[in-house]
T-cell receptor, first 116, second 117 residues
Framework: AQSVSQHNHHVILSEAASLELGCNYSYGGTVNLFWYVQYPGQHLQLLLK??????LVKGIKGFEAEFIKSKFSFNLRKPSVQWSDTAEYFC??????????????FGTGTLLAVQP | DAGVIQSPRHEVTEMGQEVTLRCKPISGHDYLFWYRQTMMRGLELLIYFNNNVPIDDSGMPEDRFSAKMPNASFSTLKIQPSEPRDSAVYFC???????????????FGPGTRLTVL
């Protein structure tokens, strides 16, 4: 079965520190990859997505992610975090093999706390 | 566009009562998804529809849960009878299909926070 792993469950950073959140998936075929963010008390919002092309994807609010097919990874990065980045971050994968599937498989999420 | 609309935003009920959650997807979207989010289990997909037809309900926890989509602009998730362990935030999301069967970005509603006493 397909799965998505986010190894960091809780991350605490100071403002201006660099961020990298890990995401690995188990499926070897063609995939679409997403990062969603959930601010406290709010719903999930799309940060960025990868469908094809340049494996380095830029999203909103200065976030970017790199798709490395050989490592089955799609790590999220930001060079300098702000207090307002405090949120929970979810990696998700949609795979396609032998027929259409439109389920997103979500990781368990990484809770990021940025200290001022 | 108003985005995905869910109602109610908060629901408090007593064990054994019927609960109905409502969702209006973004106009023109042909996929609709129901998720449940809890601290213990994270984000779980319960069921999803394509063109109003249920495609995969393997995530529905048990027979107490049912979902319908009578038309392209409305869906309900019903729990009958409700139990305290059903307490969670229930999200609805919608998306537009892309070529070759892939879904596009899912847009989430604000969620319904359900508390069953």
């Amino acid at each position: 079965a397909q799965s998505v792993s986010q190894h960091n469950h809780h991350v605490i950073l100071s403002e201006a520190a660099s961020l990298e959140l890990g995401c690995n998936y188990s499926y070897g075929g063609t995939v679409n990859l997403f990062w969603y963010v959930q601010y406290p008390g709010q719903h999930l919002q799309l940060l960025l997505k990868y469908f094809s092309g340049d494996p380095l994807v830029k999203g909103i609010k200065g976030f970017e992610a790199e798709f490395i097919k050989s490592k089955f990874s799609f790590n999220l990065r930001k060079p300098s975090v702000q207090w307002s980045d405090t949120a929970e971050y979810f990696c998700a994968v949609n795979s396609f093999y032998g027929g259409a599937t439109n389920k997103l498989i979500f990781g368990t999420g990484t809770l990021l706390a940025v200290q001022p | 566009d108003a985005g995905v609309i869910q109602s109610p935003r908060h629901e408090v009920t007593e064990m054994g009562q019927e609960v109905t959650l409502r969702c209006k997807p973004i106009s023109g979207h042909d996929y609709l998804f129901w998720y449940r989010q809890t601290m213990m289990r994270g984000l779980e997909l319960l069921i999803y529809f394509n063109n109003n037809v249920p495609i995969d309900d393997s995530g529905m926890p048990e027979d107490r849960f049912s979902a319908k989509m009578p038309n392209a602009s409305f869906s309900t998730l019903k729990i009958q009878p409700s139990e305290p362990r059903d307490s969670a935030v229930y999200f609805c999301a919608s998306s537009l299909s892309r070529l070759a069967g892939y879904t596009d970005t899912q847009y989430f509603g604000p969620g319904t926070r359900l508390t069953v006493l």
